[in-house]
């Protein structure tokens, strides 16, 4: 292993951190830097590259059970949140199954179809570019008055359809957080809320799919490349942790519009100048 590939795992789990919880998408992040500047596929194997992608999210997934580690507790029946009595509503475990459930068996049906045929750059732009129009939607046919103001107020049914809008994120591009929230701020709930319950049901699924690939990829992966993996890990959680409160507090100010118009641009960009 010698030090560009290691700066390449270093800068690919930077893009990952960064981005993994903006309503970007960071696998479309990462395939389109990957792409342009270091094409890891032919530095290990497209089987390596593909799963590296997936499997840094683990990084990310660390830095929310880090940073959100009270409310995880709290799931758990551990601890009460700051405000919240023992009559009052709570976020339980079975409202995040729920949502679980739709993008879990589609990802566990289609996981290999989706390597195979979603991770390019021709496709990251369309889901950059549907996803926008979601997030547009979003803001702009909500609800004036969200009625669910915090993640405790989440009924099952919000729960379930936010569920399937995360059946979306399947498509590189289109993000987990932004099909997600989107989903939740057009079901009735504010952004800060929709986007609290996208962080938590982000940690069962992203390690579930990291799972998967890693263990269908298993054979390719050498002990030449487990320090590629290392970095990208480190990398991913140092920025996650640096990009989750920032995102958290600006997403309630400034909604959903300001992401969507970036997308655009980043898909024209990458249209006009490299396709």
Known sequence: MNLWELFVGFILGL???????APVSSTGHMIIVDDFLFQSKNIFSPSVANTFKVVIQLGSILAVVVLMWDRFMNLLGLKKMPGQTPSGPRLNLLQVFVGLVPAGILGVL???????YLFSTETVI?????GAVLMLAADWFRPRRPKTETADQITYKQAFFMGLFQCLALWPGFSRSGSTISGGVLLGMSHRAAAD??????VPIMAGASFLSLLKSWDSITAGTIPFFVVGFISAFIF?????????KLINRIKLVPFAIYRLVLAAVIYFVFL
């Open 15 to 21: 893009v990952e951190g960064l981005t993994e919880f």
């Open 240 to 248: 996650a942790l640096l990009s989750i409160r920032f995102f958290l």
């Open 110 to 116: 289609f996981n290999k179809k989706i390597d195979e």
């Open 126 to 130: 369309v889901g950059l570019v549907l």
């Open 197 to 202: 319950f996208t962080f938590i049901m982000a």
